[in-house]
């Protein structure tokens, strides 16, 4: 059984149409990468997925149930998580009370600072761990927004562009990082514009566009398809 | 000697100042509303005591122990049921539910009350004081007031900074959304808050009461020297929220000294002055 089950999601904004009839599946364990230009609605999608905004019809089973009209809170708590586009830390606390605040469901005492500080230690911030959260610089921001999703202690976790704006080594840093998280047994799907970075470590590509699914299976297979390349490299499908 | 009589008893009573501003100020800082009614459920919580002590014949301070249990729940109650379906990104429909409030608080312990004024027996720590120098006279209650005071902020502080509790509500306060993501439930974590306010208010009422008379209609004016006592301290800081208290409780006794009639002139006229040197407060807590 799929982890995680989309099925014909529909969620408009007025009269603009942001996911339309949308479905695939996510199977435990996988590491998912979604391509799509600008405006395509993947981060709709992953604000559909984790409750912040409520679909207009469809489905969305997790482990077998609808959570579609779930809470943002339950749904954290049932397993989903996810990581910002632009990182929103909560920036009067220190990065291990930001962590803490996500690892304090079903865990008692000294088991929740130790779960926090192995967040902070995959995301490799144990470091920065007494800092203020408002003066990291970005590439720590980012794995703050990785380290309290991973701390939820999440099944299912959503990466929005954790890649974007980082230097070649900073990203090689990230990319370990979450490689660790999912050989730790979470399933990852993974919004990224930085394609080399999605590629060298997902399983699985699926292509938004206008709302729709157009492309999804094996990276090479998706990145050779005509409808693929037309869309990023502006190619004329008729040639 | 008056007058430093008169400085000393001011910041005795710059802790009941306190007592009322707290909670005002935990609840504007954890999720923004401003609590029209929170003079209201100080004498509301006042007048249950009132009832617990004629029932049960229990000592006021020991009503405490009754009284603040129910005051939290009702707490709770009150914002999952009805505050929290007014908070949003319009700051208008807290203000007119929370004065709504106030109208029905005020009215119903009419109602059941009658507007006759009422006080708390307190016994021998009512009167009773010690002489702390010549013409220098420190009451037991006042004294015990200022100490509560302190212990309150003392303790709400430990809360919010080295409790999970705490965290929650920095949490939410710093960004609602976010906080939910993480599985914090910002609504059950607003009526925490609401039900420790209550706590603190209920605290603030039977003080208030075993100090003074009381009558139905006396929460507004409350209501205003808990605002005054924390704009002066400045927002989000409750230290300073008793700082606050203690200059506000000061200038009154100064302006009582100078004529009876200009002590409540004379605390308005510190908190305007301050408000126009500086309108962030004494003590604001980090520049957001």
Avoid at chain 1, 119 to 124: E, H, K
Avoid at chain 2, 85 to 113: A, C, M, W
Avoid at chain 2, 253 to 262: E, F, L, N, V
Wanted: proline share 4%; net charge neutral; aromatic share 8%.
């Amino acid at each position: 059984m799929a982890l995680l089950s989309i099925k014909n999601l529909c969620k408009r904004f007025g009269a603009l149409v942001v996911t339309d009839d949308l479905s695939f599946d996510v199977n435990e364990g996988e590491i998912i990468g979604i391509l799509g230009p600008n405006g395509a609605g993947k981060t709709t999608l992953f604000n559909l997925i984790a409750g912040t905004i409520r679909s207009d019809a469809g489905e969305i089973l997790f482990n077998g149930t609808n959570v579609a009209g779930t809470g943002v809170a339950e749904r954290c708590r049932l397993g989903i998580s996810r990581s910002f586009q632009v990182p929103h830390p909560f920036a009067g606390m220190s990065v291990f009370e930001n962590v803490l605040v996500g690892a304090t469901f079903g865990r008692s005492g000294d088991d929740r600072f130790e779960y926090a500080l192995r967040a902070l230690d995959v995301a490799g911030l144990k470091q920065k761990a007494n800092l203020l959260a408002g003066s990291l610089p970005l590439l720590d921001r980012k794995r703050l927004e990785m380290a309290r999703a991973l701390a939820t202690e999440p099944r299912l976790l959503l990466l929005d562009e954790i890649a974007g704006g980082l230097t070649e080594r900073e990203c090689h840093e990230l990319l370990s990082a979450i490689r660790d998280v999912h050989s730790a047994g979470v399933t990852i799907v993974w919004i990224e514009h930085v394609v080399h970075a999605l590629l060298s470590v997902a399983e699985r590509l699926v292509v938004m566009n206008f709302g729709r699914l157009i492309a999804d299976g094996k990276p090479d297979d998706v990145m050779k398809s005509r409808e693929v390349k037309s869309i990023y490299l502006g190619e004329d499908v008729n040639v | 000697m008056d007058w430093v009589n008169g400085i000393v008893q001011g910041v005795l009573v710059g802790g009941l100042f306190a007592l009322f501003a707290t909670g005002l100020s935990l609840i504007f800082g954890v999720m923004r509303i401003v609590n029209i009614a929170h003079g209201d459920m100080i004498i509301a919580c006042a007048y249950l005591a009132f009832t617990i002590i004629q029932l049960s014949g229990l000592h006021p301070l020991v009503s405490l122990l009754i009284v603040i249990p129910i005051a939290s729940l009702v707490g709770y109650l009150l914002q999952t049921a009805i505050l929290n379906r007014t908070l949003g990104k319009d700051i208008l429909p807290p203000l007119l539910v929370t004065f709504g409030l106030s109208i029905i608080v005020q009215n119903g312990l009419l109602e059941v009350y009658s507007a006759d004024s009422r006080r708390l027996a307190a016994g021998p720590i009512e009167t009773g004081s010690f002489p702390l120098a010549r013409g220098i006279d420190i009451g037991y209650l006042p004294l015990l007031t200022f100490l509560t005071a302190v212990v309150v902020v003392a303790g709400l502080q430990f809360v919010f900074y080295r409790t999970e509790i705490g965290r929650s509500f920095r949490a939410v306060s710093d960004d609602p959304e976010t906080s939910q993501l993480m599985g914090l439930d910002n609504r059950k974590v607003y009526g925490l808050a609401m039900a420790l306010c209550l706590a603190v208010v209920a605290i603030a009422g039977v003080f208030l009461a075993t100090r003074s008379n009381f009558d139905p209609f006396m929460g507004p004016s409350r209501l205003i020297f808990g605002f005054e006592a924390v704009i002066i301290g400045g927002l989000g800081n409750l230290w300073g929220t008793l700082v606050g208290g203690v200059i506000l409780g000061v200038a009154q006794a100064i302006g009582a000294q100078i004529d009876p009639g200009w002590q409540l002139l004379a605390g308005h006229i510190a908190f305007l002055v301050i408000l126009a040197i500086r309108p962030e407060g004494l003590f604001p807590r980090g520049a957001r």
